[in-house]
């Protein structure tokens, strides 16, 4: 059906035998190669292909060298208004001990950083690589993985998500057991 609404622009409401038009623009974002999950027989190749027609590749924050000085600053002057005090600076050393950072949690890590330096640097808003290492995790440099049976690399977002989905479906299995001795 979606591929359907993708490809004609028509589709049927549920209930209805009338075919409907529409002209909607779809945007799909992903960290994934889907390329490969095509190639895996994880992803439908037809469902690619419709949605690949203007691809947009955005690497992950630490490939873009110097876009985190300038982002920085940004960030940094647009804290610096919402909460009426001066703009950090980073020193030259500081510069560097960002620039090596990997920033697992990409840009937005890079923008909560700068807003707690804002909020909870002194008066001297010279921000220096000590002062930085404070607020730069210190064992996260590196995300988790875990290679799975088909030697695919899993990260600990995808491990809790399998938790969390696992212990949902053993409580709904739970509630089933109890409803049904109490019936």
Same mark, same amino acid.
Request: hydrophobic fraction near 40%; avoid cysteine.
């Given at each position: 059906?979606?591929?359907? &609404?993708?490809?004609? +622009?028509?589709?049927? /409401? &549920? +209930?209805?035998?009338k075919v409907q038009k529409t002209d909607v623009r779809v945007v799909a974002a992903t960290n994934v190669n889907l390329l490969v999950k095509v190639e895996q027989g994880k992803f439908r190749e037809d469902l690619y292909y419709r949605l690949s027609t203007v691809p947009i590749f955005v690497p992950p924050l630490r490939e873009r060298g110097k876009d985190i000085e300038l982002l920085f600053r940004k960030f940094a002057t647009d804290f610096a208004e919402k909460y =009426? &005090? /001066?703009?950090?600076?980073?020193?030259?050393?500081? =510069?560097e001990v960002l620039l090596k950072y990997r920033f697992p949690g990409n840009i937005r890590q890079l923008k909560n950083l700068v807003e707690q330096m804002s909020v909870l640097s002194s008066e001297n808003k010279e921000i220096t690589a000590d002062t930085l290492s404070h607020y730069i995790p210190k064992d996260s440099n590196l995300p988790a993985l875990y290679k799975d049976q088909n030697m695919e690399n899993i990260?600990? =977002?995808?491990?809790?998500? /399998?938790?969390?989905?696992?212990?949902?479906?053993d409580v709904n299995d739970l509630k089933k057991i109890v409803l049904e001795s109490t019936a």
């Open positions: 059906r979606l591929l359907r &609404v993708l490809e004609n +622009g028509e589709f049927i /409401k &549920v +209930g209805s035998s =009426r &005090v /001066k703009p950090i600076a980073l020193t030259d050393d500081a =510069r990260t600990e =977002r995808e491990i809790l998500y /399998k938790i969390l989905f696992d212990l949902r479906k």
